[in-house]
Structures are given as C-alpha cells and as structure tokens.
C-alpha cells in the first residue's frame, strides 16, 4: 500500500504544482488557483518561519512515507526531486529554489493581478 501511495503522491503533487504554475489560464479555474496560491504562500512562508523557508506539508508527509520505502536521502525540495527524478541528473538545489521563488513569485502577481481586474469589471458592470 505504501508503494502505491508514493506513487499516487508524485502524480498528484506534480499535477497540483503543474496547476499552480498554469491554473491561472482557465477562468473558471482562477478562483481556486488563487486559493491555492495563497495556501502555498502562506505555508512556504508562514509556517516556514517554523519548518524552513518554502515548508510544504505534502512534501513533508511524502518523504516520512518514502523513508518508510527505504529511501534515506531526499532533497528538501520536491521540485529539485521532480527534476533529477525527470533528467536523470542531480540540480543544483539553489539555481532550482531560485526558479521555484521567480516563477511562484510571478504566477502569485498575476492571480492576484486577475483578481483585482475581475472585481473591477464586476463593479463597473
């Protein structure tokens, strides 16, 4: 069972950050984009005042499990582990952090960005 929920735990978390990176593009989908955007926010730097910057929970609770598999040194980055695990080589875990903030950051300003001018829209309708 373990197995297969390591398994259901990296499709799953792929596609969420895969939402979170593109979500923004469908309307219908921009409300919980910026939900979730928010909630990563927050956990990557509120509760990463207590857990280290760009903390996630999911990532917390999947590397519990794949220690219980036997995989004793996991990268403290789920994106770093995504992409060696994607190429076959090992990234610098900076220049990936980096690219996490930058394109985080981005996607962050422009679902805020989308909300605001929807709320505009919908007052001056």
Same mark, same amino acid.
């Given at each position: 069972m373990t197995y297969w929920l390591d398994k259901f735990l990296i499709i799953f978390h792929t596609l969420l950050i895969l939402f979170i990176v593109f979500g923004w593009i469908w309307r219908k989908a921009?409300?919980?984009?910026l939900i979730i955007v928010i909630?990563?926010?927050? +956990?990557?730097l509120i509760l990463g005042i207590w857990y280290g910057l760009g903390y996630c929970p999911l990532t917390d609770w999947h590397w519990h $499990?794949?220690?219980k598999l036997?995989?004793?040194?996991?990268?403290? +980055?789920y994106i770093k582990f995504l992409a060696d695990m $994607?190429?076959?080589?090992?990234? *610098?875990?900076? $220049?990936i952090d980096t690219l996490t903030g930058l394109i985080f950051s981005f996607v962050f300003v422009i679902s805020i960005t989308l909300y605001f001018i *929807?709320?505009?829209q919908q007052i001056s309708r």
């Open positions: 921009r409300c919980i984009h909630l990563t926010a927050f +956990s990557w $499990l794949r220690q036997g995989y004793q040194t996991m990268p403290a +980055s $994607l190429t076959g080589k090992n990234w *610098n875990a900076t $220049l *929807n709320i505009k």
